[in-house]
């Protein structure tokens, strides 16, 4: 049965395989002498089958892409040593965050070691001395006035004023 | 690049004259860039051919045919060699194709425009006769005419007639290629070609009178 195209010049939809094998030549005798028969007697067949044989002269008188040329080889292998390169970078950007974490977490332990370190150090420096004025306690005159001593809060102050206004008078 | 190139030549020279791709697959995979580059040369013309049939803008195919063997490059590791490399390989670059398409948001350059007189007279010439044109300008400026009236077929149908027709692709590998059945593709193709003779036919009657009665002699 013709498909109807709206052209007037379909093929049988059971032949087009057949017409198309025949076209190029792939159909074995009897086959291909059982489509040349077909072909002749229907006349939608035989009509897409000219117009197929013409519309191939059209196609096979164009020029195929030409060869892209030997220099298209080395652009190609230029470009994929490009991008590998490109791509380890890529790979040694990934871990760059962590190295400069790593750089900057250290650089900070460091400091805060040493500020402990000499933290530790100076405090120590000025504990000895009462450690060490803290243990004689032969030679301390008890009767000797106490050294004057800075007031630790408003009391303090006021008492020393009374103090002082009584030794006066 | 060097060292390599030479680790590929002595193999072939005491061994087969002339490395099949499996070998030269095999060799790529285990980073020999020689091999590869010969897989490119022996390819590139094909790719190039496949990629000019889907995009139909000569400007953009270099760069894209390019892009298509830096792809198979980066994934030749993973070809595990059940289809044939050639296989492969035009499969990337269909999907390369169509990537690119979609990136661009441009659809196939195809061209709808009336034909001059003298276009005309050239086809006429091709349809009538069994002698096509000698010369490349000349069969250059055919498929250049017939790229223009491919603009009234589907996009599929376009591609299918200049890979196959054009290009030499067999059905087999574009059936493979753009995932159809076989007999799809024939069918497709038989009928696309009668497209074309009628978008032909429309434009004889079209541009001239005295060409439309030499196309109206051959029409039945």
Same mark, same amino acid.
């Given at each position: 049965?013709?498909r ?7 093929a !049988?939809e059971?032949y087009e395989v057949l017409l198309e ?20 007697? !229907?006349?939608? !067949? ?34 994929? #040593? ?21 750089? #900057? ?23 000895? *001395? ?16 106490? *050294? ?22 | ?72 490059? /980066? ?12 296989? @492969? ?8 194709? @169509? ?23 050239? /086809? ?33 149908d376009?591609?299918l ?10 059905v ?8 159809l059945n076989v007999n799809t593709v024939k069918v497709r193709l038989f009928r696309a ?28």
């Amino acid at each position: 049965m013709p498909r109807d195209t709206g052209f007037g010049n379909a093929a !049988c939809e059971q032949y087009e395989v057949l017409l198309e094998d025949y076209l190029n030549g792939e159909l074995s005798g009897a086959d291909a002498k059982s489509v040349a028969e077909h072909w002749q007697e !229907c006349a939608g !067949c035989r009509a897409a089958l000219q117009n197929s044989v013409a519309g191939l002269r059209l196609l096979r008188a164009s020029e195929p892409s030409a060869d892209p040329g030997a220099g298209f080889a080395r652009i190609v292998m230029a470009r994929i #040593r490009a991008a590998e390169s490109e791509r380890a970078s890529g790979r040694a950007n990934f871990w760059q965050p962590f190295v400069s974490f790593g750089w #900057r977490f250290a650089a900070t332990a460091t400091l805060a070691l040493g500020v402990l370190v000499s933290y530790n150090a100076g405090l120590g420096h000025r504990l000895q *001395p009462n450690v060490a004025t803290a243990r004689p306690t032969d030679n301390i005159d008890i009767f000797a006035p106490e *050294p004057a001593r800075a007031p630790a809060n408003g009391d303090e102050v006021l008492m020393m004023v009374a103090d002082n206004s009584h030794a006066k008078f | 690049m060097a060292a390599s190139a030479t680790a590929l030549t002595l193999p072939l020279q005491q061994g087969e004259k002339r490395a099949d791709d499996r070998e030269l697959v095999r060799l790529s995979q285990n980073g020999t860039e020689a091999a590869f580059e010969e897989l490119v040369r022996r390819h590139q013309q094909r790719v190039f051919a496949l990629v000019a049939g889907i995009l139909h803008r000569p400007d953009d195919v270099e760069d894209v045919a390019q892009q298509v063997f830096l792809k198979a490059y /980066l994934g030749i590791k993973r070809f595990d060699q059940r289809a044939a490399f050639s296989t @492969w390989l035009y499969k990337i670059a269909v999907n390369e194709c @169509w990537d690119y398409l979609r990136k661009r948001k441009v659809r196939p350059l195809v061209y709808e425009a009336d034909l001059s007189e003298e276009q005309v007279s050239r /086809l006429d010439g091709i349809v009538s006769s069994d002698r096509p044109p000698e010369s490349a300008s000349a069969r250059t400026e055919t498929r250049e005419i017939l790229e223009r009236m491919l603009g009234a077929l589907p996009e599929q149908d376009q591609q299918l007639l200049i890979l196959k027709e054009i290009e030499g692709f067999s059905v087999q590998e574009l059936a493979e290629i753009l995932g159809l059945n076989v007999n799809t593709v024939k069918v497709r193709l038989f009928r696309a070609r009668g497209r074309i003779m009628e978008s032909y036919r429309r434009r004889l009657n079209t541009s001239g009178k005295g060409h439309a009665s030499s196309a109206g002699s051959r029409k039945e």
